[in-house]
């Protein structure tokens, strides 16, 4: 009686995965087409983004020059694909207080400090995968690659931004960026909240503050660093310039980036 019994329910149990398997799509569809109107509807028009981007980092204890470009070709109008390719050099006093230091043999760290230490690194990093727009103002990115070059670390990384009160004079933006290296299984992350100050025709001021916190892997405990910034952004030229400074675990640090943007409507 028991195997018949089990027979049934196996046959029900099948019967209700295929039912569910099969409507599955159409319950989600549904619901996706309620919270995001035309989420499978190809963008019209298509845009292509292109920035180019660079800056410089200087502490006590290490400084880094970065330079790169990202792309972003939006498919549906709540679904683009990212990709990035960036370039670092990176001179270090202090390995210790180094939240860079990508854990080669030339780097002294707590697991490869017998293997001698060079201050100086060079390697490129290259990241892509999809960006999602969960709210108007609102995106969330997921990237996966790795590292060429003095690092051969393979990275996970999430970005996250978000504008609000978008309806007052001084819009608000919040932005938070997270990533894993699996080489010195060091996970960093950045926080930064900017206001609009003024803005006009021309140019938009922004100023707020922001940080960062690394821990895990060859970093003893967590450590990081934290300061007010200013940035400018030039309307007609698609240009952006930032700067911070502030304190931290390497000591006082300064930091510089600009951005140049263009877009392309397919």
């Known amino acids: 009686m028991s195997t018949i019994i ?44 292109l920035e180019a981007f660079g800056g410089g980092f200087g502490s006590e204890s290490y400084g880094t020059l970065q330079e790169g470009v990202e792309i972003d070709q939006t498919i549906t109008p709540y679904f683009s694909v990212v990709g990035r390719a960036t370039g670092y050099q990176v001179w270090i006093g202090n390995p210790a207080d180094s939240a860079v230091a990508p854990g080669t043999p030339s780097v002294r760290t707590p697991i490869s400090h017998h293997l001698g230490f060079h201050p100086f690194l060079f390697f490129a990093r290259v990241l892509g995968g999809p960006e999602f727009t969960l709210y108007p103002g609102t995106t969330l990115s997921l990237l996966a690659g790795g590292d060429i070059g003095d690092s051969k670390a ?31 299984h060091i996970t960093s992350s950045e926080i930064d909240l900017r206001a609009i100050l003024r803005s006009t025709e021309t140019y938009m001021i922004t100023a707020g503050g922001g940080g960062a916190i690394y821990g895990g892997g060859t970093i003893s405990g967590v450590t ?42 397919e």
């Open 6 to 49: 089990s027979g049934r329910g196996a046959g029900i149990l099948v019967r209700l995965v295929f039912l569910i398997w099969i409507s599955f799509p159409v319950v989600a569809e549904a619901q996706l087409q309620n919270l995001y109107p035309g989420f499978f509807r190809l963008a019209n028009p298509e845009t292509f983004d």
């Open 154 to 184: 393979t990275v996970v990384e999430g970005d996250f931004s978000s504008w609000l009160l978008v309806h007052t004079r001084h819009p608000v933006n919040l932005a938070f960026s997270s990533n894993y290296d699996d080489r010195t």
């Open 224 to 265: 990081g660093q934290g300061g007010p910034d200013l940035g400018l952004y030039l309307r007609r030229f698609a240009l952006g310039i930032a700067l911070q400074g502030g304190y931290g675990h390497a000591g006082a640090f300064g930091q510089f980036s600009i951005i140049k943007q263009w877009r392309f409507e």
